[in-house]
Nanobody
Framework: QVQLVESGGGLVQPGGSLRLSCAAS????????MGWYRQAPGKQRESVAA???????NYADSVKGRFTISRDNAKKTVYLQMNNLKPEDAAVYYC??????????????WGTGTPVTVSS
């Protein structure tokens, strides 16, 4: 059974920083793309950032220059460093990962989310 567990969310003032972590566990053969999505109340879930196994990254325009995604393949963990947070960044943040459990199979798994509140 594969699990993704996020941590690091919380309350921060505008301009502040948070670092989210997401660790994968279970019978994992390999992990391809890992990423972060977010969903604010009343809005659709949107992609924030993604990173390939080789370290290639992609960001939403709204977070470029402020957020940094990274991963530790040995720890099966992806991180999201969020700097200069704005009220519009407030949302529940979900990590996801494309994971192979069986040969020839690749499936996207999701974490349960960690809330980020940006408020003074």
């Amino acid at each position: 059974q594969v699990q993704l567990v996020e941590s690091g969310g919380g309350l921060v003032q505008p301009g502040g920083s948070l670092r989210l972590s997401c660790a994968a566990s279970g019978s994992i053969r390999s992990i391809e793309i890992m990423g972060w999505y977010r969903q604010a109340p009343g809005k659709q879930r949107e992609s924030v950032a993604a990173i390939t196994g080789s370290g290639r990254t992609n960001y939403a325009d709204s977070v470029k220059g402020r957020f940094t995604i990274s991963r530790d393949n040995a720890k099966k963990t992806v991180y999201l460093q969020m700097n200069n947070l704005k009220p519009e960044d407030a949302a529940v943040y979900y990590c996801n990962a494309d994971i192979s459990v069986l040969p020839g199979e690749l499936k996207r798994y999701w974490g349960t989310g960690t809330p980020v509140t940006v408020s003074s």
